[in-house]
């Protein structure tokens, strides 16, 4: 990889870009993140509420364009060519996203001359009760020239020459209200799949958006395909435990299979222990979330389950060490259940019931876990 060269005199001009559709809500608190930007673009595709209208309002440069049939790469491509030619570099920031305090100073801080992307930390506060997902991206800071977007939905940016890549602390928020599939990803989905049907990561977006709107047969019939293709690891990882789910006739041979193959991460270990405590099997229960519990790094990816690293393999191992009897083993991994989620019934019933099992002439237990574990 070229070496980018020390940082040149001077600030890069940033543009932050966007394309919209009826997300007037969102336009104040989007927009107010990008304070200073040298140019904030966003592109309207078709709005029938005053998303534009705010937008121009608050001083956002708003351009207005329709794309039929609608694509997502040629939206982005439209919003991409209406950046002033002049700018350095840009951020593509979705209107359910915001840049955090100090980005500028940070993107300026990481930028040198000759570099073309820039790295950034991505969060999505996904739960009230649970630590929010973070990752790293490469696909939301580059130059202004040099890139386009690919695919038709889930796009992706990509360098017409050799990528000189740089890493910054940066970090962009998304807020996002709600995860479910918008209605227009799994027909976008299939287009890509017919315009790239030796891609393996094209086939398992696919799989998992069929599954999303219950097209079980269509969902599995994808994924299998997608393991047959080149995929990357995390996606076949992926797809493993997604057929675990709907193959439940195979679950165990899909999970041991994707614990075999990524011993290294906490989600098939989880899954395999889950398993085990739904069939009654506590000792295979325990065994599979101490493998678990061994791994203490999580994976930098947007696959990593918030999940694996909350409560539930400390839960797993409390609740096999309860139904073995090895109560001490059970009070330890309750006790850390109860402190990664304070306020989860859940592990506080759980933790409530190994006290109980430790003093059963006591009575009930009369104070919450929660509040003497915090």
């Known amino acids: 990889m070229i070496q980018p060269q020390p940082a040149r005199p001077g600030r890069p001009r940033i543009a932050v870009y966007a394309i919209a559709k009826n997300e007037e809500p969102l336009v104040e608190r ?66 359910d996203e915001v840049l955090t305090e100090g980005w500028r100073a940070q993107l300026e801080a990481a930028w040198r001359a000759g570099a073309t992307r820039v790295r950034c930390r991505y969060e999505w506060p996904w739960s009230d009760s649970y630590p929010p997902l973070r990752f790293t991206m490469v696909d939301r800071i580059h130059a202004r020239h040099g890139y386009s977007w690919r695919y038709p939905v889930h796009e992706e940016i990509v360098p017409d020459r050799e990528d000189v890549i740089v890493a910054s602390s940066l970090l962009i928020r998304h807020l996002r209200d709600s995860i479910a599939s918008r209605p227009q990803y799994l027909q976008l989905l299939r287009i890509r799949a017919a315009e790239h049907p030796d891609d393996g990561h ?80 506590w000792r295979a229960c325990r065994a599979a979330a101490h493998a678990a519990l061994r791994i203490t790094d999580p994976a930098d990816d947007h696959l990593t389950n918030p999940f694996a690293w909350g409560p539930w393999p400390e839960h797993l191992a409390a609740r096999a060490s309860l139904e073995l009897g090895d109560l001490d083993w059970a009070l330890h991994h309750a006790r850390r259940a109860v402190r990664l989620a304070p306020s989860d019934p859940t592990q506080i019933a759980l933790y409530d019931r190994v006290l109980a099992a430790l003093r059963p002439s006591s009575g009930p237990v009369q104070y919450r876990a929660a509040a003497r574990y915090r």
């Not at 440069?61 to 030619?85: G, K, S």
């Not at 079980?216 to 997604?242: G, M, S």
């Not at 075999?260 to 395999?272: G, K, N, S, T, Y």
């Open 202 to 281: 094209t086939a398992h977006l696919l799989a998992s958006e069929a599954r999303l709107n219950g097209l079980r047969e269509e969902a599995i019939a994808h994924e299998r395909r997608a393991l047959a293709l080149p995929l990357p690891p995390n996606d076949r990882l992926h797809a493993q435990l997604v057929l675990a789910h709907l193959e439940p006739d195979a679950r165990e041979a899909w999970l041991l299979t994707a614990c075999a193959e990524r011993p290294e991460r906490r989600e098939p270990w989880c899954e395999l222990a889950q398993m085990h405590l739904e069939r009654g099997e």
């Open 30 to 95: 989007w927009f107010a993140s990008t304070a200073g930007a040298d140019a904030v673009v966003l592109v309207d595709t078709g709005s029938v509420d005053r998303t534009p209208a705010r937008a121009r309002e608050l001083d956002a440069t708003v351009h207005e364009i329709n794309v039929e049939p609608f694509r997502y790469d040629v939206a982005r491509n439209r919003a991409l060519a209406l950046v002033p030619a002049g700018i350095d570099l840009c951020v593509s920031l979705d209107l």
